[in-house]
């Protein structure tokens, strides 16, 4: 075990210095910088050789990046062009947004995954099966952000409601927190929950074939028990996969959702740095989402060990 974390580290730091040089040499191929994005909008940078000078965008490309990766090594994400504060300090503040949604997001998504493929898997053409089916089939085929949209939309012509602007923290009012989250959340929740119930059946059915399954229901246990004590932590490893996934994404991918509910999450922030050319922001949150993906996948791959006995690293 310890020589396959070991390796799982190796590689992963490998990976992260991939992704390092490609988010920062991508980003610069981009038509145009920082300083030409601000004379775009306000026409007021009168000497853009001293002001590229000033923010160090005259250097070469080689010596730009070995400063900026020494930064990263101590701990320095840069200092951001548009909001002038430290990356780091940045994302720190956006962090708690993006978390919450995607912890609220996943619980609502695995509270009707779990039962309803579940269900539709040890009864199989039934009603339930068929509903859980429905339910997936709805929620793949019809886009979260147009749903997001009409619910906005509608609440505010019918009811007069709106969620909170702003991010507000639970300590300065659980009320008013859940009630600018809950609607996001159940939004993207429910959107998960129809990939996620395909797979907690389809993995159910193939565990279900077992021989040790079928010779549980040969000596009459509750069918409850079979399906929970015996074959569901059977079908965990690939619905493990799909939350390792599924929770990366919704802790930078889920933008749309981010601006129309105006929530100032990581990948909110993303996309304004792209917007505004502010390279050392658009570095930083890229390399902290390799952090974090990479983390969760080593976390997933060792939870397999955990769930299936069988699973074993050298």
Same mark, same amino acid.
């Given at each position: 075990?310890?020589?396959?974390?070991?390796?799982?580290?190796?590689? #992963?730091? +490998? *990976?992260?210095?991939?992704?390092? &040089? /490609?988010? $920062? =040499?991508?980003?610069?191929?981009?038509?145009?910088?920082?300083?030409?994005?601000?004379?775009?909008?306000?026409?007021?940078?009168?000497?853009?050789?001293?002001?590229?000078?000033?923010?160090?965008?005259?250097?070469?490309?080689?010596?730009?990046?070995?400063?900026?990766?020494?930064?990263?090594?101590?701990?320095?994400?840069?200092?951001?062009?548009?909001?002038?504060?430290?990356?780091?300090?940045?994302?720190?503040?956006?962090?708690?947004?993006?978390?919450?949604?995607?912890?609220?997001?996943?619980?609502?998504?695995?509270?009707?995954?779990?039962?309803?493929?579940?269900?539709?898997?040890?009864?199989? #053409?039934? +009603? *339930?099966?068929?509903?859980?089916? &429905? /339910?997936? $089939? =709805?929620?793949?085929?019809?886009?979260?952000?147009?749903?997001?949209?009409?619910?906005?939309?509608?609440?505010?012509?019918?009811?007069?409601?709106?969620?909170?602007?702003?991010?507000?923290?639970?300590?300065?009012?659980?009320?008013?927190?859940?009630?600018?989250?809950?609607?996001?959340?159940?939004?993207?929740?429910?959107?998960?929950?129809?990939?996620?119930?395909?797979?907690?059946?389809?993995?159910?059915?193939?565990?279900?074939?077992?021989?040790?399954?079928?010779?549980?229901?040969?000596?009459?246990?509750?069918?409850?028990?079979?399906?929970?004590?015996?074959?569901?932590?059977?079908?965990?490893?690939?619905?493990?996969?799909?939350?390792?996934?599924?929770?990366?994404?919704?802790?930078?991918?889920?933008?749309?959702?981010?601006?129309?509910?105006?929530?100032?999450?990581?990948?909110?922030?993303?996309?304004?740095?792209?917007?505004?050319?502010?390279?050392?922001?658009?570095?930083?949150?890229?390399?902290?989402?390799?952090?974090?993906?990479?983390?969760?996948?080593?976390?997933?791959?060792?939870?397999?060990?955990?769930?299936?006995?069988?699973?074993?690293?050298?």
């Amino acid at each position: 075990m310890q020589q396959y974390l070991l390796n799982r580290v190796v590689l #992963g730091l +490998a *990976a992260l210095l991939g992704l390092s &040089l /490609l988010a $920062f =040499g991508l980003i610069r191929l981009v038509p145009g910088d920082y300083l030409m994005a601000q004379l775009a909008e306000s026409g007021n940078v009168a000497d853009l050789a001293a002001a590229r000078a000033q923010l160090g965008l005259d250097r070469p490309f080689a010596a730009q990046y070995v400063t900026w990766l020494a930064g990263v090594l101590r701990g320095d994400l840069g200092i951001s062009f548009w909001s002038k504060r430290p990356v780091a300090d940045d994302l720190l503040a956006a962090l708690p947004v993006s978390l919450q949604l995607a912890v609220m997001a996943m619980l609502l998504s695995m509270a009707l995954a779990l039962p309803f493929g579940a269900v539709g898997a040890a009864r199989r #053409g039934g +009603a *339930a099966d068929y509903a859980g089916r &429905l /339910l997936s $089939f =709805g929620g793949l085929s019809i886009p979260h952000f147009w749903i997001a949209t009409l619910v906005l939309l509608y609440t505010s012509i019918w009811f007069r409601w709106v969620p909170p602007l702003g991010y507000i923290s639970p300590r300065a009012s659980l009320a008013q927190n859940l009630e600018q989250f809950v609607i996001p959340a159940a939004i993207l929740g429910i959107h998960l929950s129809a990939r996620s119930l395909r797979l907690v059946r389809s993995s159910l059915l193939d565990v279900l074939q077992e021989d040790y399954v079928r010779t549980a229901w040969a000596k009459g246990l509750a069918g409850r028990r079979v399906l929970w004590g015996h074959a569901f932590r059977n079908a965990l490893v690939p619905i493990l996969t799909i939350l390792g996934s599924q929770f990366t994404y919704l802790l930078s991918g889920s933008v749309i959702i981010e601006d129309i509910f105006s929530l100032s999450g990581v990948g909110r922030y993303v996309v304004e740095s792209i917007t505004h050319r502010d390279y050392p922001a658009v570095q930083g949150a890229i390399l902290f989402t390799g952090v974090v993906v990479v983390a969760i996948n080593l976390v997933i791959d060792l939870a397999y060990a955990w769930v299936d006995p069988r699973i074993r690293y050298r």
